[in-house]
């Protein structure tokens, strides 16, 4: 399991730096790995890929729809496609070509949807997804994946490269809080205590895992334990561990870089309904469009920060 | 290529078509009876492939873009022995392995699943792609209609194709000049393919879509050129009477009666035709 690094502070690595660092290290090992941008690479890092293997690197330019549909192709062949482009084109845009192209017919794809949520700042509300693991979350057998910081690449990578089938993985590309220690690993689909508590749990994945461990302290002055979960893995979701913090802290509040319908939020609320119902919050965006700003004011902007879980997990413990 | 053993090939597949589509009860006739002389020539004269190793890896390609038109496909897998000529008679049914769009999961001998019009060029891309990249022989080629060519995917994936000189697909379009709507001049205009092709930078060919002659031709030479498209001049429904109507053939209910009178129309055709050759 992955643990907390003494001294929590923003990254002196970049996560797309991070990200391509481990993709290079795979396609070392696997000569089937090949890199897919559309019109991307420059700002979501393969840069460094293509100067490594060009032969096994294809931009094909501002054409989300053909270049996953290509990449289903090619894993036909037995190749190994990592297709990358900002999460609103990776996604949304190119939806039912994923849908059908991709999962429906089992072809083995992996997705990169760079600047999930918030992250997108400056790019605004066209670029912005907040509903891009709702939409993921529906297409059968896929899975969803959020790092927390760089630390969890290699595990998630390397998970990618090595298990057949279409995974998405929702990132950052820039700078991020480094939340664990060197040589950290996890394991895909399960989640990762963070801090243990009995009061409350909150669930978090993504950049709101450091907002959740910020307002675990908070909560901790007030007398409130709170145990804190990396959530990763969204897809499959770890339905143990949130079933063992309903038995253990009775309230859930989840945090999430996305739109509250269709993602984590409403992920783990299916899991508590269907198992231990018990008092539960969601943190995050509410029926609305992303729009410019700072990564900072957006998360105020939102309600992503720890004030917010802080407010949601004294609701949610009100309400046992 | 021996002309009558494909025109025979061919008949064969229509036939079986007819009696796929008379078991259902129903079903795509138009766009499938279009290319059955284009899946006569390919699976006789020009395709790589092994019926009894269907997924060898160094086979040849066929995606069936338009998907609808799947029955066409399995009449023809059926007749090269990839199944039993018996289980076309199972078509659409519940828990079938021949579902209306063509499934590579359930099919044996369908290399890609279509259905969602516009993607099947971009999957065959990708197969075009993944075996120059790893150095496997064989080559691709994919159907599409021409009202297929509405949708934009098809021009991203022309682009490509043209960008990267791939050299290893063929795009046949099943030019039939009709859509599920009616005819595709009144839906959305008709464009001069050729030419369109053409400024993307494939070599393009024309071929009468009902020649097998004439088929044959223009893929090989197609396969010699590099990226390359043919148009196939069809009729929508051709082959038999009811189906070759100005109506709505789309989609059609056929009768058992239909489909015998239909098929005896096809022998009747075949044979005067060999006495056109003769």
């Known amino acids: 399991m992955g643990r907390l690094t003494d001294n929590i502070k923003l990254?002196?690595?970049?996560?797309?730096?991070?990200?391509?660092?481990?993709?290079?290290?795979?396609?070392?090992?696997?000569?089937?790995?090949?890199?897919?941008?559309?019109?991307?690479?420059?700002?979501?890092?393969?840069?460094?890929?293509?100067?490594?293997?060009?032969?096994?690197?294809?931009?094909?330019?501002?054409?989300?729809?053909?270049?996953?549909?290509?990449?289903?192709?090619?894993?036909?062949?037995?190749?190994?496609?990592?297709?990358?482009?900002?999460?609103?084109?990776?996604?949304?845009?190119?939806?039912?070509?994923?849908?059908?192209?991709?999962?429906?017919?089992?072809?083995?794809?992996?997705?990169?949807?760079?600047?999930?949520?918030?992250?997108?700042?400056?790019?605004?509300?066209?670029?912005?997804?907040?509903?891009?693991?709702?939409?993921?979350?529906?297409?059968?057998?896929?899975?969803?994946?959020?790092?927390?910081?760089?630390?969890?690449?290699?595990?998630?990578?390397?998970?990618?490269?090595?298990?057949?089938?279409?995974?998405?993985?929702?990132?950052?590309?820039?700078?991020?809080?480094?939340?664990?220690?060197?040589?950290?690993?996890?394991?895909?689909?399960?989640?990762?205590?963070?801090?243990?508590?009995?009061?409350?749990?909150?669930?978090?994945?993504?950049?709101?895992?450091?907002?959740?461990?910020?307002?675990?302290?908070?909560?901790?002055?007030?007398?409130?334990?709170?145990?804190?979960?990396?959530?990763?893995?969204?897809?499959?979701?770890?339905?143990?561990?949130?079933?063992?913090?309903?038995?253990?802290?009775?309230?859930?509040?989840?945090?999430?870089?996305?739109?509250?319908?269709?993602?984590?939020?409403?992920?783990?609320?299916?899991?508590?309904?269907?198992?231990?119902?018990?008092?539960?919050?969601?943190?995050?965006?509410?029926?609305?469009?992303?729009?410019?700003?700072?990564?900072?004011?957006?998360?105020?902007?939102?309600?992503?920060?720890?004030?917010?879980?802080?407010?949601?997990?004294?609701?949610?413990?009100?309400?046992? | 290529m021996d002309k009558k053993t494909t025109m025979k090939a061919a008949a064969d597949i229509r036939k079986l078509c007819i009696e796929e589509l008379a078991a259902a009860g129903y079903g795509h006739i138009g766009g499938s009876m279009s290319i059955c002389d284009i899946l006569a020539v390919l699976y006789t004269d020009i395709l790589d492939i092994d019926p009894k190793n269907p997924k060898k890896p160094d086979r040849d390609y066929l995606v069936l873009s338009k998907g609808h038109c799947g029955p066409a496909l399995y009449a023809t897998l059926a007749y090269k022995g990839y199944f039993d000529k018996e289980q076309l008679k199972t078509l659409n049914q519940g828990g079938t392995s021949l579902p209306s769009h063509c499934d590579r999961l359930k099919t044996t001998g369908i290399d890609i699943s279509t259905g969602s019009l516009g993607q099947g060029l971009s999957l065959g891309t990708g197969v075009a792609m993944g075996k120059k990249i790893q150095g496997i022989p064989g080559r691709v080629f994919v159907i599409v209609g021409d009202g297929e060519l509405q949708e934009g995917q098809n021009w991203e994936a022309v682009q490509f194709i043209a960008h990267k000189g791939l050299s290893n697909i063929v795009i046949i379009v099943d030019n039939n000049r009709r859509q599920l709507d009616g005819y595709t001049k009144d839906i959305c205009q008709t464009f001069d393919y050729k030419a369109k092709f053409e400024s993307f930078g494939l070599h393009t060919f024309v071929a009468d879509g009902h020649n097998v002659t004439d088929i044959y031709d223009k893929l090989t030479t197609a396969i010699k050129t590099g990226p390359a498209a043919v148009i196939m001049n069809t009729e929508k429904g051709h082959g038999c009477k009811f189906s070759e109507i100005p109506g709505f053939n789309h989609y059609m209910v056929i009768s058992k009666e239909m489909a015998d009178e239909a098929i005896a129309e096809v022998d009747r055709r075949l044979e005067a035709s060999y006495g056109q050759i003769d």
């Not at chain 1, 660092?21 to 890199?35: F, G, H, P």
């Not at chain 1, 991020?176 to 989640?191: L, N, P, S």
């Not at chain 1, 943190?283 to 410019?292: D, L, Y």
């Open chain 1, 11 to 320: 990254d002196t690595t970049e996560m797309r730096a991070a990200y391509c660092e481990a993709l290079i290290d795979e396609a070392k090992k696997n000569k089937n790995i090949v890199v897919v941008d559309a019109d991307v690479s420059h700002s979501v890092g393969t840069e460094p890929f293509y100067r490594e293997f060009p032969e096994r690197s294809i931009n094909c330019g501002i054409m989300e729809a053909h270049a996953i549909g290509m990449s289903a192709g090619m894993s036909e062949t037995g190749l190994v496609p990592f297709f990358h482009a900002f999460g609103v084109f990776a996604t949304r845009r190119a939806f039912d070509q994923i849908f059908l192209s991709c999962a429906y017919q089992k072809l083995n794809v992996k997705i990169i949807g760079a600047d999930p949520g918030v992250t997108a700042a400056t790019n605004g509300g066209t670029h912005m997804p907040f509903e891009d693991i709702g939409l993921m979350r529906l297409v059968p057998g896929a899975v969803i994946i959020e790092p927390a910081d760089v630390t969890m690449y290699k595990s998630a990578v390397s998970y990618m490269a090595n298990n057949y089938g279409v995974h998405y993985l929702r990132t950052s590309r820039r700078k991020t809080m480094r939340i664990y220690e060197d040589g950290a690993e996890f394991v895909i689909g399960k989640a990762n205590k963070l801090a243990d508590g009995k009061d409350v749990c909150i669930i978090a994945s993504g950049i709101m895992v450091y907002e959740a461990l910020k307002a675990a302290d908070i909560l901790s002055e007030k007398g409130i334990s709170a145990r804190v979960l990396d959530m990763h893995t969204i897809k499959p979701l770890d339905t143990e561990a949130v079933q063992a913090a309903a038995k253990e802290c009775g309230a859930i509040v989840t945090a999430e870089n996305h739109n509250v319908t269709g993602g984590l939020g409403s992920a783990v609320c299916e899991a508590l309904s269907e198992g231990t119902p018990v008092p539960a919050e969601r943190v995050g965006v509410k029926e609305s469009f992303g729009e410019v700003g700072t990564q900072d004011f957006l998360q105020k902007r939102f309600g992503l920060t720890a004030d917010g879980i802080v407010a949601a997990a004294l609701k949610c413990i009100s309400r046992k």
